[in-house]
C-alpha cells in the first residue's frame, strides 16, 4: 500500500515579500503614467479643438454665418461641447490601455496621437473650405491616384507654401507630444495625484459621467438642431464640424425628428409619382445661316461662380453675350470637372461614368455624329484629360488632347481653325482654379488675399472680400483671353460657347470652392452662345449641360435616332429640369441633384434606376416641407422618375 501511494506534494513557497512589493508599486507607477499620459492628450486635443480647428465658428462665427452672438453661459455650454468628445476617447483610450499594457505602452499611445493629428489637420483644412469631412471615397482615392506634381499643383491647387505650412504644424505636434510625454513622466515619478483608497470608484465614475454626458449632449444638440441648415445653426455648425464627436446617438434622434417624418412622406409620394412621358417637339428648321457653320468651338473655365461673374470683371464677356443666346439658370452636369465636361459630350446624367472600370464604349454618341457631318474633334487645353480618366471617354475624338498652358490655347486653337475642314474644338481655360492665380498686370479688385494665402485657416470666412478679389482678377485675365480669342474668329462662320466646367462657391452656403456640395453656387454656371443661327435672348428657365450636345445637332440639321435626355434650347418644352452629379471621384455617382422651377430634390443610392430622396430644396438651397406643400413637387418628382427611368436603360 505503501509503493502505491503518491508521494506527499512537498507545500507551496510563499511568494518572496520583496518580489511582490516590487512588482505592484511597478505596475501601479505604469498605470499613473498612462493615466497622465492619457489626461494631457486630452487637453492637448480639446486646446486645438476651440483654440483652432473650431475657434471660428465656435468664437467669431456669429453674424458671418448668421446666427446670433450666444449668451455667455451659452458660449460656455458649447465649448465643454466642442472639448467632451476629447474627454470621452481620452477615457476610453485609458481603459484600453489598461486592459492591454503591453500593447498600448506610452510610446504606442504617442504615435496613436500623433497620426490622428495628422489625419485630423488634412481633414479640417478641407472642412473649413468644404464643410464636409474627408471620406472613404477620399481615402481610396489618395491611395489610387498618380501623385505628381502637375497634378497636385493644377487640379488640387497646392503650393509649396501649402506643403511648408503642413509640414510646419507636424512638427509643432511632435514637439507638443513629446513635451507631453516627458511631462507625464515626470508626474508619475513623482507621484503627483497618486492612487489613493477609493480612487478606482471614483474612476468609474468619471467613465459613466462621460458616457451620460455624450449622451445628454447629443440629445440637447438634436432638440436645438432639428431641421436646421448646418451654415444657419451654430450648434449644428459646432456638430458636424467636430471630427472627435460621437456620431451614433444623433443618428436615432434624428430617425424620430419632424424632418424625417416629413422625408418620409415625401418618399412615399415619390414612389407612387408617375414617370412623364417623353415629349418629343418637333425639330426646328436650321436657318441657312446655321448651315453655314464650319467650326464649333465650346469653351469651358474653371469654376465659373455665376455671382462674381459681372461687367466690373469680364467686361468684354458682359457685352459680347448680348449678340448671342444667355441662359441665366444653366446647371452643369456635376459639380467636378470629370462630371462637367463629360456631360458636355454625352448630351446626358454622367450615370455611364465608372472612371476606369467600365464595359460601355468611351465615347459619346454626339462626337460620332459630329464626325459624320464632316466636323474633326479634338480637346485643347489643361491637363484635366488625365484627371480621373476623363480621357478615356473622350476616346472617339478624331484627335487626341492637346495639353497647353491658359494663353498657349489661343495658338493652338489659331493653327487648327487656320486649317482646312470642318473642326469640334473643346477648350478648357485652368487658371480660374483655386489657388486662384494671376499675372499682377491683373490686380484692379483690391485687397486682394497674397499668392500664398492659407485657403484652410481656422477664420477663412474673415477673408472673404480679399479671396473674391482674387477670384474676380483671375475672371478679368480670363475676360482678356476671350477678347483675344474671338479676335481671330470668323462668327459668320464660327459657332462659339462660353460656360463653366462647374460652379465655384464663395460662402454663399459657407463653403467655399466645389466637389463638397450640390448647392447652387458649385453647380450653376454662366452659358454664353453666339454664332450662325443663335438670335440674340434670353431663356430663364433651367437648362443644362445635357442640353448643349442635342442643340448644336437641331443648329446643324442632324437628327438624333436614339432619343437623347438632352432637351435642345431651339425646341418648345412643357417643363425643363438639370439633372446634377455629386462628385465621386473615379466612383459611381451615389447622389443626384434634380432641378426643376424653384424646386431640387436630391436623390442617393448605390443604384441611380432606384433612389430615395434625401432632401428638399428650394433654389437658395433652404430645407422646404413636403407635406405643406405637396404639389409643388409634382413635376420635380416627375423629372426625378425620368432621370432613374433613363438610367435604368443605360
Same mark, same amino acid.
Given at each position: 500500500?505503501?509503493?502505491?501511494?503518491?508521494?506527499?506534494?512537498?507545500?507551496?513557497?510563499?511568494?518572496?515579500?520583496?518580489?511582490?512589493?516590487?512588482? =505592484?508599486?511597478? %505596475?501601479?507607477?505604469?498605470?499613473?503614467?498612462?493615466?497622465?499620459?492619457?489626461?494631457?492628450?486630452?487637453?492637448?486635443?480639446?486646446?486645438?479643438? =476651440?483654440?483652432?480647428?473650431?475657434?471660428?465658428?465656435?468664437?467669431?462665427?456669429?453674424?458671418?454665418?448668421?446666427?446670433?452672438?450666444?449668451?455667455?453661459?451659452?458660449?460656455?455650454?458649447?465649448?465643454?461641447?466642442?472639448?467632451?468628445?476629447?474627454? #470621452?476617447?481620452?477615457?476610453?483610450?485609458?481603459?484600453?490601455?489598461?486592459?492591454?499594457?503591453?500593447?498600448?505602452?506610452?510610446?504606442?499611445?504617442?504615435? @496613436?496621437?500623433?497620426?490622428?493629428?495628422?489625419?485630423?489637420?488634412?481633414?479640417?483644412?478641407?472642412?473649413?473650405?468644404?464643410?464636409?469631412?474627408?471620406?472613404?471615397? +477620399?481615402?481610396?482615392?489618395? @491611395?489610387?491616384?498618380?501623385?505628381?506634381?502637375?497634378?497636385?499643383?493644377?487640379?488640387?491647387?497646392?503650393?509649396?507654401?501649402?506643403?511648408?505650412?503642413?509640414?510646419?504644424?507636424?512638427?509643432?505636434?511632435?514637439?507638443?507630444? /513629446?513635451?507631453?510625454?516627458?511631462?507625464? =513622466?515626470?508626474? %508619475?515619478?513623482?507621484?503627483? @495625484?497618486?492612487?489613493?483608497?477609493?480612487?478606482?470608484?471614483?474612476?468609474?465614475?468619471?467613465?459613466?459621467?462621460?458616457?451620460?454626458?455624450?449622451?445628454? +449632449?447629443?440629445?440637447?444638440?438634436?432638440?436645438?438642431?432639428?431641421?436646421?441648415?448646418?451654415?444657419?445653426?451654430?450648434?449644428?455648425?459646432?456638430?458636424?464640424?467636430?471630427?472627435?464627436?460621437?456620431?451614433?446617438?444623433?443618428?436615432?434622434?434624428?430617425?424620430?425628428?419632424?424632418?424625417?417624418?416629413?422625408?418620409?412622406?415625401?418618399?412615399?409620394?415619390?414612389?407612387?409619382? &408617375?414617370?412623364?412621358?417623353?415629349?418629343?417637339?418637333?425639330?426646328?428648321?436650321?436657318?441657312?445661316?446655321?448651315?453655314?457653320?464650319?467650326?464649333?468651338?465650346?469653351?469651358?473655365?474653371?469654376?465659373?461662380?455665376?455671382?462674381?461673374?459681372?461687367?466690373?470683371?469680364?467686361?468684354?464677356?458682359?457685352?459680347?453675350?448680348?449678340?448671342?443666346?444667355?441662359?441665366?439658370?444653366?446647371?452643369?452636369? /456635376?459639380?467636378?470637372?470629370? !462630371?462637367?465636361?463629360?456631360?458636355?459630350?454625352?448630351?446626358?446624367?454622367?450615370?455611364?461614368?465608372?472612371?476606369?472600370?467600365?464595359?460601355?464604349?468611351?465615347?459619346?454618341?454626339?462626337?460620332?455624329?459630329?464626325?459624320?457631318?464632316?466636323?474633326?474633334?479634338?480637346?485643347?487645353?489643361?491637363?484635366?484629360?488625365?484627371?480621373?480618366?476623363?480621357? &478615356? !471617354?473622350?476616346?472617339?475624338?478624331?484627335?487626341?488632347?492637346?495639353?497647353? &498652358?491658359?494663353?498657349?490655347?489661343?495658338?493652338?486653337?489659331?493653327?487648327?481653325?487656320?486649317?482646312?475642314?470642318?473642326?469640334?474644338?473643346?477648350? #478648357?481655360?485652368?487658371?480660374?482654379?483655386?489657388?486662384?492665380?494671376?499675372?499682377?498686370?491683373?490686380?484692379?479688385?483690391?485687397?486682394?488675399?497674397?499668392?500664398?494665402?492659407? !485657403?484652410?485657416?481656422?477664420?477663412?470666412?474673415?477673408?472673404?472680400?480679399?479671396?473674391?478679389?482674387? !477670384?474676380?482678377?483671375?475672371?478679368?485675365?480670363?475676360?482678356?483671353?476671350?477678347?483675344?480669342?474671338?479676335?481671330?474668329?470668323?462668327?459668320?462662320?464660327?459657332?462659339?460657347?462660353?460656360?463653366?466646367?462647374?460652379?465655384?462657391?464663395?460662402?454663399?452656403?459657407?463653403?467655399?470652392?466645389?466637389? %463638397?456640395?450640390?448647392?447652387?453656387?458649385?453647380?450653376?454656371?454662366?452659358?454664353?452662345?453666339?454664332?450662325? /443661327?443663335?438670335?440674340?435672348?434670353?431663356?430663364?428657365?433651367?437648362?443644362?449641360?445635357?442640353?448643349?450636345?442635342?442643340?448644336?445637332?437641331?443648329?446643324? /440639321?442632324?437628327?438624333?435616332?436614339?432619343?437623347?435626355?438632352?432637351?435642345?434650347?431651339?425646341?418648345?418644352?412643357?417643363?425643363?429640369?438639370?439633372?446634377?452629379?455629386?462628385?465621386?471621384?473615379?466612383?459611381?455617382?451615389?447622389?443626384?441633384?434634380?432641378?426643376?422651377?424653384?424646386?431640387?430634390?436630391?436623390?442617393?443610392?448605390?443604384?441611380?434606376?432606384?433612389?430615395?430622396?434625401?432632401?428638399?430644396?428650394?433654389?437658395?438651397?433652404?430645407?422646404?416641407?413636403?407635406?405643406?406643400?405637396?404639389?409643388?413637387?409634382?413635376?420635380?418628382?416627375?423629372? =426625378?422618375?425620368?432621370?432613374?427611368?433613363?438610367?435604368?436603360?443605360?
Amino acid at each position: 500500500m505503501t509503493l502505491l501511494m503518491k508521494p506527499a506534494t512537498p507545500p507551496a513557497s510563499p511568494p518572496d515579500p520583496q518580489v511582490r512589493d516590487a512588482a =505592484a508599486p511597478a %505596475s501601479a507607477s505604469a498605470q499613473h503614467h498612462r493615466a497622465w499620459l492619457c489626461a494631457l492628450l486630452a487637453g492637448y486635443f480639446a486646446a486645438n479643438l =476651440a483654440g483652432r480647428w473650431l475657434r471660428w465658428s465656435l468664437y467669431a462665427g456669429h453674424g458671418a454665418y448668421g446666427w446670433e452672438a450666444p449668451s455667455r453661459a451659452t458660449s460656455i455650454l458649447q465649448t465643454l461641447m466642442v472639448c467632451l468628445p476629447a474627454a #470621452f476617447w481620452a477615457y476610453l483610450v485609458y481603459v484600453a490601455a489598461k486592459r492591454f499594457p503591453h500593447v498600448l505602452r506610452g510610446g504606442v499611445l504617442l504615435t @496613436l496621437a500623433f497620426l490622428t493629428l495628422v489625419a485630423i489637420e488634412v481633414d479640417l483644412s478641407w472642412y473649413q473650405m468644404s464643410h464636409r469631412h474627408v471620406g472613404w471615397a +477620399d481615402i481610396e482615392l489618395l @491611395l489610387t491616384e498618380e501623385w505628381t506634381p502637375h497634378f497636385l499643383k493644377n487640379h488640387l491647387g497646392i503650393r509649396e507654401s501649402d506643403t511648408s505650412r503642413t509640414l510646419y504644424l507636424f512638427g509643432v505636434h511632435a514637439i507638443a507630444l /513629446g513635451g507631453i510625454g516627458l511631462l507625464a =513622466a515626470f508626474a %508619475s515619478k513623482k507621484q503627483w @495625484l497618486a492612487r489613493r483608497p477609493g480612487q478606482r470608484r471614483l474612476g468609474r465614475g468619471i467613465g459613466i459621467a462621460l458616457a451620460a454626458a455624450v449622451i445628454i +449632449d447629443s440629445f440637447l444638440v438634436a432638440s436645438l438642431t432639428a431641421g436646421a441648415h448646418d451654415t444657419r445653426n451654430q450648434w449644428r455648425a459646432l456638430e458636424r464640424a467636430n471630427l472627435l464627436r460621437i456620431p451614433w446617438f444623433d443618428g436615432i434622434w434624428t430617425r424620430f425628428s419632424a424632418l424625417t417624418a416629413d422625408l418620409n412622406a415625401a418618399n412615399a409620394a415619390f414612389v407612387k409619382s &408617375e414617370t412623364p412621358v417623353p415629349a418629343r417637339p418637333q425639330p426646328p428648321n436650321p436657318a441657312a445661316s446655321a448651315r453655314r457653320i464650319e467650326s464649333i468651338i465650346l469653351v469651358t473655365a474653371e469654376s465659373l461662380n455665376v455671382n462674381q461673374i459681372d461687367r466690373d470683371c469680364m467686361p468684354f464677356l458682359h457685352e459680347f453675350a448680348k449678340g448671342g443666346l444667355q441662359l441665366t439658370h444653366h446647371y452643369s452636369a /456635376g459639380n467636378c470637372t470629370h !462630371y462637367g465636361l463629360l456631360g458636355l459630350i454625352y448630351g446626358e446624367p454622367v450615370t455611364f461614368y465608372r472612371g476606369r472600370e467600365t464595359d460601355r464604349p468611351k465615347g459619346s454618341a454626339y462626337i460620332d455624329r459630329l464626325t459624320g457631318a464632316g466636323f474633326e474633334s479634338r480637346f485643347i487645353g489643361a491637363d484635366v484629360t488625365n484627371h480621373r480618366h476623363t480621357a &478615356e !471617354y473622350m476616346a472617339n475624338f478624331t484627335h487626341p488632347p492637346t495639353i497647353a &498652358e491658359d494663353w498657349e490655347i489661343l495658338e493652338h486653337a489659331n493653327r487648327v481653325l487656320e486649317g482646312p475642314g470642318k473642326q469640334f474644338v473643346m477648350l #478648357f481655360y485652368n487658371d480660374t482654379h483655386y489657388p486662384y492665380p494671376h499675372p499682377d498686370e491683373y490686380d484692379a479688385f483690391q485687397p486682394e488675399v497674397p499668392a500664398d494665402f492659407d !485657403y484652410g485657416a481656422w477664420n477663412l470666412r474673415e477673408h472673404k472680400p480679399g479671396i473674391i478679389n482674387r !477670384y474676380k482678377n483671375c475672371a478679368l485675365e480670363f475676360d482678356a483671353w476671350l477678347k483675344r480669342l474671338v479676335a481671330n474668329l470668323d462668327l459668320e462662320r464660327t459657332l462659339l460657347i462660353i460656360t463653366g466646367d462647374h460652379g465655384q462657391e464663395f460662402f454663399e452656403r459657407g463653403r467655399l470652392g466645389h466637389s %463638397s456640395s450640390l448647392s447652387e453656387p458649385q453647380i450653376r454656371v454662366p452659358f454664353v452662345m453666339v454664332g450662325p /443661327g443663335v438670335a440674340p435672348r434670353t431663356i430663364e428657365q433651367v437648362t443644362s449641360h445635357n442640353d448643349v450636345m442635342p442643340s448644336l445637332m437641331d443648329l446643324l /440639321g442632324v437628327s438624333m435616332d436614339d432619343s437623347p435626355y438632352g432637351m435642345s434650347f431651339f425646341r418648345s418644352w412643357p417643363i425643363r429640369s438639370a439633372t446634377v452629379a455629386y462628385n465621386n471621384h473615379t466612383n459611381p455617382v451615389k447622389r443626384w441633384a434634380v432641378v426643376t422651377e424653384d424646386a431640387k430634390c436630391v436623390l442617393e443610392g448605390t443604384d441611380p434606376a432606384d433612389l430615395r430622396i434625401a432632401r428638399l430644396a428650394d433654389w437658395a438651397d433652404e430645407t422646404v416641407g413636403f407635406r405643406a406643400q405637396p404639389g409643388r413637387w409634382t413635376q420635380n418628382f416627375g423629372q =426625378a422618375k425620368r432621370f432613374m427611368a433613363f438610367a435604368g436603360k443605360r
